[in-house]
């Protein structure tokens, strides 16, 4: 369905895996977990661009919430009048609705493509006959041994099969294999859950108002989201916790740099957004 996506992203991890594995061995699980590291790596500096023009949006849409009440107060009933000002307010700091949404879908496309490939390693599981997971229906381990993964032939498809990290298997989960699994997936499973946590402690430091509702989901997002981080972590393989350690550690520190950047949020000077 997005073989427009998947293709590609396969293609960048299969470039990496093969440029490390004339160092460590093309069946080594380093070769492997560096190649998800550097892909993840290479998509985000693809989407830097979507990520700066969200940034623009949501500072300047926490510039704008202010003077959008005050007009709500002024105009009252009047939604005719209202619609108008607001435009007239958006167009004044060239806000676009668009401008947002658009970032946000294009890095949840990158965000299926990521981790469909790295799933389609192993499409045995019960997992793998859903959207974006795996294939129309499960596979036998034999069928899938001898089954590409798009980019990746099937003697490639074997050897992250085989490929381990520790003695922990890239394709192994923790609920089904404990033991060696569990001395890698849980440093990944906290590594990822902790970052889930500094990135939304960061964002709600930013908010310039709040509500009770926005508490109730900030209260989520520092909670309960890295919370079910870990518990997600239970049933994902070892090469897809490496993909999600990678890339929450990086949401977070490249949203504190640019913000640090940037400085406060909350005046229409902040949120024109300088070269970085």
Known sequence: ???????????????????????????????????????????????????????????????????????????????????????KLQQQHNFSVLSGCLPVFAQTLMFLGLYHVLRSFDRTGAASHLPFLGGSNPLTPE????????????DL?????????????????????????AVVAIPLMLIAAIATHCTARASITRQTDTTPQTRLINAMTMWVFPLGTMVAGLVMPIGILVYFATSNTWTFVQQYVVHRRLGPVGT???AALPPI
Not at 34 to 60: D, E
Not at 146 to 153: D, E, G, I, L, M
Not at 174 to 179: D, I, N, V, W
């Open 157 to 181: 498809v074997q050897s992250f099969l085989h490929a381990d990290v520790f003695g922990a298997p890239l394709s192994a989960t923790l609920a089904a294999a404990p033991g060696a699994v």
């Open 268 to 270: 229409v000077a902040s």
């Open 1 to 87: 369905m997005l073989d427009f996506v998947y293709y590609p992203v396969s293609a960048v991890l299969w470039l990496w895996h093969a440029g490390f594995a004339t160092l460590f061995g093309a069946a080594s699980g380093l070769s492997w977990s560096l190649a998800i590291v550097m892909l993840v790596v290479t998509l985000r500096l693809a989407l830097y661009r979507p990520f700066i023009a969200q940034v623009r949006f949501s500072r300047t849409m926490a510039v704008l919430q202010p003077e959008i009440r005050r007009l709500r107060d002024e105009c009252g009933d009047d939604r005719e009048k209202l619609a108008i000002e607001t435009r």
């Open 143 to 154: 069928q899938n041994s001898t089954t590409a993964n798009y980019v990746f032939s099937s």
